[in-house]
């Protein structure tokens, strides 16, 4: 979409949220700015491109998981053009993310379209790390600029029960092909567990700076309902990082990737251990984003239920954006203040799982 006609003058009924730049030179390409009604800025989408996933984590999925039919999700070209609507209207990060993205067939195909967009800033990428040694080199090739894989323990027995199916030896063989690849970021993300990963976190900060490579200790989310109590095994990440302070000096960085982490640099290594904290440390004030189901559902908060379908609107309007941007414009109207995990871990009120979301 080119939004070269909206203008200051004639802003149409109901985009007053959609801002236009003042002039397209400003912002590099003919964008404007999304705003939500407690004044943050929308710049990063993350899109779920599948529910599927070689993996059951048991923090993220039922061990008995009905996936939704292939004819119900977003196609992917579906997919590129939601990204291409977002991109148009100032979003300039977007996170690919599932279920497992790299399962879907042909996500390459879309990773390579996306990154092609003008505007588009940064196409990244979360994944289990199972197909990487696979699609590691042909990622960065299509214009991926960082992976984010997800790595709760170094113990293959363990990996085992975490993830119900997953080999940890396929992961870290992801995992240096990731590194041998050449993306300009490789983040390990952690969810910390109390009683089942918690005598891990020195052992895989170790891990991350033998690798060169970022690494970030998760707090678990209510998102889903499993066959435990998530408050049994909370871990804060003020915990955490006395935990590992005797291990690593760890100075304090105002760096940021445009997400939620609160960051710590370790002197003398590339890596950087970051900690994100939706329970003890809410960063809802300066959220940045929306997400979007596989299904072509717009969540504009993860720790809430309100969500836009927007498959009618593409299916019913298959050569017209006008619609999709004017719902896109409406998510902003219903994106809450923030969410409320800490009262949810006792009481879920969120049923979808992170898998079904995006993470
Ligand atoms: N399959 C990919 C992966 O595992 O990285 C991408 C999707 S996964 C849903 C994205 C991230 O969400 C992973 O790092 C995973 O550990 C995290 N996650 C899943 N369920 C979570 C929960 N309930 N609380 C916190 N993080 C969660
Ligand atoms: Fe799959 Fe990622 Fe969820 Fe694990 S966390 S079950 S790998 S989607």
Redesign the pocket.
């Known amino acids: 979409m080119r939004n070269e006609s909206l203008n200051h003058e004639s802003v149409p009924a109901g985009l007053e949220q959609f801002v236009p730049p003042t002039s397209p030179a400003t912002s590099g390409h003919a964008a404007g700015t999304l705003v939500d009604k407690y004044g943050r800025h929308i710049t990063y989408i993350r899109l779920?491109i599948t529910d599927r996933?070689d993996?059951r984590?048991f923090?993220?999925m039922a061990e008995e998981m009905e996936f939704l039919p292939r004819d119900h999700l977003l196609s992917l070209e579906e997919c590129l053009r939601v990204i291409r609507t977002f991109v148009a209207m100032g979003v300039t990060k977007v996170r690919i993310?599932?279920?497992?993205?790299l399962v879907r067939r042909n996500a390459l195909w879309l990773l390579r379209e996306a990154a092609r967009l003008e505007g588009l800033k940064e196409l990244v990428v979360?994944?289990?790390?199972s197909q990487l040694e696979r699609y590691a080199a042909e990622m960065v090739e299509a214009g991926v600029k960082r992976v984010?894989?997800?790595l709760?323990t170094l113990r293959a027995d363990r990996f085992k029960a975490i993830t119900r199916v997953g080999e940890l030896d396929k992961v870290l063989r992801g995992i240096d092909a990731a590194v041998a690849a050449g993306f300009r970021g490789i983040k390990i993300?952690?969810?910390m567990m109390r009683g089942v990963n918690d005598d891990e976190f020195i052992d895989l900060t170790r891990f991350a700076v033998a690798k060169g490579i970022d690494l970030s200790f998760?707090?678990?989310?209510?998102?889903?309902d499993i066959d435990r109590s998530?408050a049994d095994t909370y871990f804060g990440s003020d915990e955490a990082l006395a935990l590992l302070r005797p291990h690593f000096e760890l100075v304090g960085s105002s760096e940021s990737t445009g997400g939620p982490a609160r960051y710590w640099r370790i002197p003398g290594t590339r890596t950087k251990v970051g900690f994100i904290s939706p329970h003890s440390h809410n960063f809802c004030d300066s959220c940045n984003r929306v997400r979007i189901t596989c299904k072509g559902e717009l969540y504009p908060c993860l720790g809430q239920n309100d969500a836009l379908p927007l498959v009618p609107l593409l299916r019913a309007h298959p050569d017209d954006d006008a619609p999709l941007r004017q719902a896109i414009v409406d998510s902003m109207g219903i994106k809450p203040k923030g969410h409320d995990f800490n009262e949810q871990m006792h009481d879920p009120k969120v049923v979808r799982?992170?898998?079904m979301t995006?993470?």
């Open positions: 779920s996933c993996f984590c923090y993220c993310t599932g279920g497992e993205p979360t994944s289990n790390g984010n894989i997800s709760d993300n952690t969810v998760i707090e678990e989310m209510p998102l889903g998530r799982f992170m898998s995006g993470g």
